[in-house]
T-cell receptor, first 112, second 119 residues
Framework: DAKTTQPPSMDCAEGRAANLPCNHS???????VYWYRQIHSQGPQYIIH???NNETNEMASLIITEDRKSSTLILPHATLRDTAVYYC?????????????FGQGTTLQVKP | GAVVSQHPSWVICKSGTSVKIECRSL??????MFWYRQFPKQSLMLMAT?????????EQGVEKDKFLINHASLTLSTLTVTSAHPEDSSFYIC???????????????FGPGTRLTVL
């Protein structure tokens, strides 16, 4: 699976949009981009995933560049409860064939 | 959404004893479950992939005789840390994937984790 590069930490003001970047320059055509987050001492929580089209759900939006070498997770209106470590992961396929290999992630601190 | 539980949520044991951690998918059937370990201030490390009715597949460097995994049903996988030592103290997290064709097939659902402390 392709490796990902994320900034180690970011700050965001409460109520503003949080834009978390991820580089995955070696991604293959059949690899999906997944985003998870982990709030302290809890299990990871699924946020969103995509292949090549931009995706949006009730939690966030995922913008994938046309060459698929990078993506951005957007939390439109960050709250204090969004403070967490955010992991960008690429993996082959879905279902039970796709292992998730976690990198170091980005620690997002939402400030009042 | 799909829910995965773990039991116990935390456990303290003496060095040399064995500890069993349960991972259950509560409202869906899981053909595959994964086990992760996380040390303080570090990322999750995949330990093994557990498939119902077959032997687990361990990641490189993970001792299969020390970390016994059993996936006897579509809703339960267990991880047993045998002869635990202080260096095994960690946060153990499981995840589950639904059966093919189900709404939960393309997503891994994570449990809340189990904090193991070995004295």
């Amino acid at each position: 699976d392709a490796k990902t590069t994320q900034p180690p930490s970011m700050d965001c003001a409460e109520g503003r949009a949080a834009n978390l970047p991820c580089n995955h320059s070696t991604i293959s055509g059949n690899e999906y981009v997944y985003w998870y987050r982990q709030i302290h001492s809890q299990g990871p929580q699924y946020i969103i995933h995509g292949l090549k089209n931009n995706e949006t759900n009730e939690m966030a939006s995922l913008i994938i560049t046309e060459d698929r070498k990078s993506s951005t997770l957007i939390l439109p209106h960050a709250t204090l409860r969004d403070t967490a470590v955010y992991y960008c992961i690429v993996r082959v396929g879905g279902g039970n064939t796709g292992k998730l290999i976690f990198g170091q992630g980005t620690t997002l601190q939402v400030k009042p | 959404g799909a829910v995965v539980s773990q039991h116990p949520s935390w456990v303290i044991c003496k060095s040399g004893t064995s500890v069993k951690i349960e991972c259950r998918s509560l409202d869906f059937q899981a053909t595959t479950m994964f086990w992760y370990r996380q040390f303080p201030k570090q990322s999750l490390m995949l330990m093994a992939t557990s498939n119902e009715g077959s032997k687990a597949t361990y990641e490189q460097g993970v001792e299969k005789d020390k970390f016994l995994i059993n996936h006897a049903s579509l809703t339960l996988s267990t991880l047993t840390v045998t002869s635990a030592h202080p260096e095994d103290s960690s946060f153990y997290i499981c995840s589950a994937v639904g059966t093919p064709g189900s709404g939960s097939y393309n997503e891994q659902f994570f449990g809340p984790g189990t904090r193991l402390t070995v004295l």
